[in-house]
């Protein structure tokens, strides 16, 4: 395993994941139904993981035809005008 690569994708997705609407959404439905936490937990990671395998093929197959770095401009632009519209909408 490479842990140059492991240590900042961990630590990225897990800050971008800290209080987003997919975490409150799963404590939403740990606090509903109790008795069923292990079945939470376990679709709440499988949805995880599937939507991330997808982004990892989707990023895949898009390196094939577009440079990284492109990506990584198109990526940081998306990011800063998502938010000023989030700032212009507050």
């Known amino acids: 395993m490479d842990w140059k690569m492991f240590v900042p994708v961990f630590g990225t997705v897990f800050l971008a994941e800290l209080g987003d609407k997919t975490q409150l959404a799963t404590l939403l439905f740990a606090s509903k139904e109790p008795s069923s936490l292990i ?11 599937l939507s ?30 998502i938010g000023i519209w989030t700032i212009w909408q507050a």
Do not use: E, K, Q
């Open 39 to 49: 079945t939470i937990f376990v679709a709440a990671s499988g949805a995880l993981i």
């Open 52 to 81: 991330s395998a997808i982004a990892v093929a989707g990023g895949a197959a898009i390196s094939n035809y577009v440079d990284p770095r492109i990506l990584s401009w198109i990526a940081g632009i998306g990011f800063i005008v």
